[in-house]
């Protein structure tokens, strides 16, 4: 595992893109990122899409603690997760209380991807980091179904990231 004993996950996505493949590669280094991004200085913006995060879920708790910390924070939430739309919202107001910019997909369209957008200093210079993914961000289905996911910090990827969260 290239994230073993890496204190800056930042400097791994930028030594080259990792395919992640879950449950097989831990969900773990999929957390290490939002926590980092939460709590790094460098760190200026977090922009996520959720799906179905699942109870007490420690990547609501990383996006709240980074609002606090001062990061302009959105999470895109669905209202068509099927049987999770009441804990979706409930998850809207705990964020937006706490700081979040959190808000809804489109009444006619269904917003199933998995996507989170770090924008981070580095220098003179903005970069972004991504994660894109098959699966939810849900750490206990993380090791139950098999997903793939991608760090980067490729420009074009970041560029229709944000491309995504302009919508």
């Not at 879950?22 to 760190?43: C, G, K, L, R």
């Not at 990061?71 to 999770?84: H, I, N, Y």
């Amino acid at each position: 595992q290239m994230f073993a004993g890496k204190k800056d996950i930042f400097a791994v996505i930028r030594e080259g893109d990792t395919l992640l493949h879950h449950p097989y590669d831990s969900f773990a280094v999929v957390m290490d990122f939002i926590n980092a991004a939460a709590d790094d200085p460098d760190v200026l913006a977090i922009k996520m899409t959720l799906y179905r995060v699942g109870k007490n879920s420690p990547i609501i708790a990383a996006l709240m603690r980074a609002a606090e910390n001062g990061k302009q924070v959105t999470a895109v939430l669905e209202l068509k997760a099927r049987f999770d739309e009441e804990h979706n919202i409930d998850l809207a107001w705990k964020m937006h209380a706490a700081g979040v910019n959190a808000i809804f997909g489109f009444v006619r369209w269904k917003t199933h991807c998995k996507a989170t957008l770090v924008v981070r200093r580095e220098g003179k210079r903005l970069r972004r980091y991504v994660h894109v993914s098959s699966g939810n961000y849900n750490a206990v289905t993380a090791k139950l179904y098999t997903d793939i996911g991608l760090l980067t910090c490729n420009e074009d990827f970041g560029n229709d990231v944000l491309s995504l969260f302009n919508v």
